[in-house]
């Protein structure tokens, strides 16, 4: 399965300027997916970050990691009948831990997250896993826990 930006929309609630994925796709529903962004010289954050050599903020590639983990979980949850596109549930950072920024991601770069779910307690708590990397030299890593809260 594919999930194109229009389809990933349908999925969580991020817009621009904050959607920071493009593409979705070998999800593995209740294990893993890839995810894709495709990172423009254009982007907003590069204005002040910084002028003169434009790199892609880490906290911002955490969170492009935290969206595809958020298509993974409602993509499983759609899945199992808990919900239906369009859910008015929202999925929270709860905490990240292990963050290692390796090599920086720049304007032209294809970035490619990994995202895998490393436990889950119910459909409320989540416990992910993330690479970033491109052309297949790992940029940044982190695990992180999110919450979806009852409606």
């Known amino acids: 399965m594919v999930l194109h930006v229009e ?3 349908k999925i969580i609630p991020h817009r621009y300027p904050f959607l920071m994925i493009d593409r979705v796709e070998d999800i593995e529903v209740g294990k893993s997916c890839v995810a894709y962004k495709n990172v423009s010289c ?23 990691m935290a969206q595809a983990a958020g298509v993974l979980a409602f993509s499983t949850l759609i899945e199992e009948n808990v919900c239906g ?3 008015s549930k929202f999925v929270y950072f709860t905490s990240i ?15 490619k997250f990994d995202i895998s779910i490393t436990q889950r307690r119910g459909n409320k708590f989540w416990k992910f896993s993330g690479v970033a990397s491109v052309d297949d030299k790992i940029s ?3 695990d992180f826990m999110a919450m979806i809260p009852d409606e």
């Open 42 to 64: 254009n982007e907003w954050f590069f204005a002040g970050h910084f002028p003169e050599y434009s790199v892609m903020p880490g906290v911002l590639v955490i969170e492009a």
């Open 140 to 142: 940044d890593t982190a």
């Open 97 to 111: 831990e292990n963050a290692k920024f390796k090599r920086p991601i720049v304007p032209g770069d294809r970035v």
């Open 7 to 9: 389809d990933i929309k």
């Open 85 to 87: 596109y369009g859910s």
